[in-house]
Every structure is written in C-alpha cells, then in structure tokens.
C-alpha cells in the first residue's frame, strides 16, 4: 500500500487531522478534500485550508446544498445544538454517504485507490452512518457500481477520543491539532461546552496531554 | 404501499417514463426528480419538463457536477459514442449512485418511503450499477445510513425492452413514449443509429407496436 495515492475526507476537525497525519505515513501520495455543506461551525475549512497551504498538501474544497435539505442544527442555525434521547439534534442525514460518494468519484479520477475517513462508531452518539456497518455496506455499494477498486479506511473505529490523542502522540504530531477545529458552535477560541468540545477535552484530559487550541473558559 | 408516497427518478427517457406509469398505478402520491449532468442528450430533460408541466407531476430537476470528473462520452463531447469489447465509452462512472443518493435524500426530506429506478440489468451492456446486485448493495447502504426506511423499487430490472414496452401497453400509457427521448446523440428526430436509438427500435419491433416518435431516417 505504501507506493499507493490516497483521499483523506478532512474536515479540519481533530479526528480527521489524526487520519491525515496516520495516511501521511501509509501512503506515497496523500490529497484531502473538504465539504462545505454550510455547516454552523464552518471555521474549521479555514483551518483545513490554513493547515494545507502550510502543509503543502493538495487540498480541494466542494460545496454540497443537498445536506439542508433535511433539517437539523449543523445547517439551520434556528434549530439548538443538544443531546436527546435518541437522535442528536446534530445527526445531518446522509452526510457520511454524500462525503465517501464524493470522494469516491474524486478518487477514481485521481487515480486513488484508497479512501480514509476519522468515523468512529466508539462515540457513535446516534451517528447512524459513523457505524462500522454502514462504513462497510458503503464500500460494498461502491465497488459493486462500477470495477474500481476503492478501499475505505477507518483508523478510528474502535478508538475512544483518548486513544485518538495517543495515536496522534505515537504519530508524534500532536502540535498539527493546533490547526484543528471542533466546536459545533463555531466559535474560536472554542466555547468549551458543547457536546463535541466536551467530548474532545475529556479525550486529552484522560489522555494526560494538553490540547493546543484555545477556549473561551478556563477548562 | 397503495397510501405511500413515492419518488421516480424520471430521465425523460423510455424507461423511467415506464417506471413513472407504472409508479402512478402503485402509489398514493409521486413526485419526480430528473438530473443535469451536463449530458450530450440534455434534451431529455426538456422532454421531462414537458410531460410533468402538461401532466401535473411535481418535479424537479437537480444539477450535478461531479460526474464529469471521470472521464466518458456522455459529459465529454470529445469523446464518441461507442460499443467496446469492454466497458462502453458512454458508461459514467458512479451515475446511478449519485442519483440514488441525492434521490434518497430528497425523498426523506418530503416522507417518501420509495424510490422507482428504471434500471435493467438485461440490457446491462457492461453498466455496473444497473445490476441488480449494486441496487441491493445501495438499498442496504442506505438504510444502515439512518433509521429512515427506504425500499428502492426497480420494476423493470429484468425485462428485456421488448417486455418493457408490453408493460406499458398493459398500464394502457403507450401515448407517453411520444414525450421520451432515448438517443444518445441528442437528435430530435432521433438519429436511429446510435446504440441507445438501436436498442429502442429493436424493443418496439419485437414487440410488434409502434414507437410514437420520429426518427431521422426511415428505419
């Protein structure tokens, strides 16, 4: 796999920072793509860019309408980023299967042969399509449409958020997450309360190492 | 299924329309959705636009961009239409996944359960994603991707285009093949010649009915 081009999906978010620094290392040839699909905290294509142009990683972005389309917190910003009993408020139906589709015909015209994406089923949260059945039914579907041969790569499947942290430390990349953006509000410094930053600070606290962005409190 | 909602994905070609009749038998409610991928035989989406507006279907039209990526005599007017031993020069990578995908997401953005394809895998001609295989693998990719229940339907997979034009006779609705458009060279008249036009008149002449449009040369 190592002479071998590979398609990182990189938000800019930390998960998918540790997927490029872990592809970066696996493969000869790396590219990213970005999507904007007008997401609340859609900082974090800065962040993608500003870490690629520093970088020197090639770095597309593409624009994607069809996620609003399908109401939910990440692209109305009338509706409240929160937990619930069943469904996140944040769940964007569909997003992973328009992301990997995207990739995938990307992929194919760059001749890559080889997909990685930072879905974790250990923090599903009520993520349908961050499961690991569905990240397999996907790769299913793709090579059965046509006879190119895609493999999709999940690093993070089975890691907790502290285990990501650690992978990144034996990556010896942990300053690159200096980059990264998580915050579903959007805010920078992070506003340090909602779900997904809590999640990402109790992976660096159990983790034992400090986080390199900044907060808005003091966590 | 009779008092369910329904969504044909209807090119304006002779199969969906037959998809699109025989849909219209099935279900309570059924919407359309036609795709501009910057196709050589565009026209077919005017020849949809026409028979929705003048039968009161609702419809819309959604542009794609991605599928010119990947190079193919459809999206490319540089490239010819032809038949290989191999996989046909008019094959798009990755089309009908697309398509079902963006579909998919817009039929649970209205509450449809169901989505009609014309796919075939009898004249599968070297077309990956018309095989019944790919369909079952996207239906169960997409499923895994939320808990929104979709069942895609293709009522023609096996029918050869002679049985395709008796369904249609048996729905009583041979008069909508006048709207359709089936050549890949985009002629109106159509051009008789190209491999679509060739198997089109072949389905109607086995089935001993006349096809309602015209061509360019007495065939």
Redesign the interface.
Known sequence: MENEKAVVIFSGGQDSMTCLAWALKKFKEVETITFNYNQRHKIEIQCAKKFCIDNNIKHFV?DID??K??KNALTDGDIDVKETDT?PTTFV??R???FL??A???A??IGANHLITGVCQTDFSGY??C?N??IK??E???N?????KLKIHTPLMWLNKCETVKLMQSLKKIEWYAYTHTCYEGNRPACGKCPACKLRLKGFDEAKIKDPIEYEHNN
Chains 1, 2 share one sequence.
């Open positions: 593409y069809v996620l389309w399908n469904v139906p569909y992973n299967a328009h589709l995207i995938s015909t990307y194919k015209s349908f399509d499961r059945v569905f039914s996907f299913k579907m793709i059965e449409a046509d006879d190119y």
